[in-house]
């Protein structure tokens, strides 16, 4: 019994330190032991945001402050990106993951009728350039009958 005890005091244990809460103090120590040249925090209500640069490449990490899970993650080259040593912690009063999610939406749907009226504007140049090509070429065609006309008239006298 005090076997069983132990053991699920320990899958607890464990479990309470895999959502454990995460501060900024305690992710810029884990980054900067793990190496990083420039760490960036941001704080907001409930997220936290890390970005960081290590070996040329710049992370950024979103982290629930009451759980500590990861949620977002983005890499890539750190470019032209200030890559100078150390460290900064802000606060932010908003948070990071879907906090631009209905502008995003909201950009994305204005671009989306912008180019559907910019398609229904092109259709309309096409459609009224292809009937001024055939208004032309029906007023060629009736010179060119006109002109064969007047060739086989002279042609016959």
């Known amino acids: 019994m005090l076997k069983s005890l132990l053991a699920t005091a320990a899958l607890i244990a464990l479990g309470t330190a895999a959502t454990a809460q995460v501060t900024a103090e305690g992710l810029v120590a884990r980054y900067q032991a793990e190496g990083h040249d420039r760490i960036e925090v941001a704080v907001g209500p409930t997220q936290i945001e890390v970005g960081t640069i290590r070996d040329g490449i710049k992370t950024e990490t979103v982290y629930d402050r009451a759980t500590g899970s990861v ?31 209905d502008d995003d939406r909201e950009l994305a749907s204005l671009d ?46």
């Open 112 to 157: 989306d009728q912008h180019d559907r009226d910019q398609d229904a504007r092109d259709d309309q140049h096409d459609r009224d350039q292809d009937a001024r090509d055939d208004q032309h070429d029906r007023e060629q065609d009736a010179r060119d009958d006109q002109h064969d006309r007047d060739q086989d008239a002279r042609d016959d006298n």
């Open 71 to 101: 949620l977002e993650r983005e890499s890539g080259p750190a470019g032209n990106y200030r890559i100078d040593r150390g460290v900064e912690i802000e606060t932010s009063g908003e948070d990071f993951v879907g906090r631009d999610d």
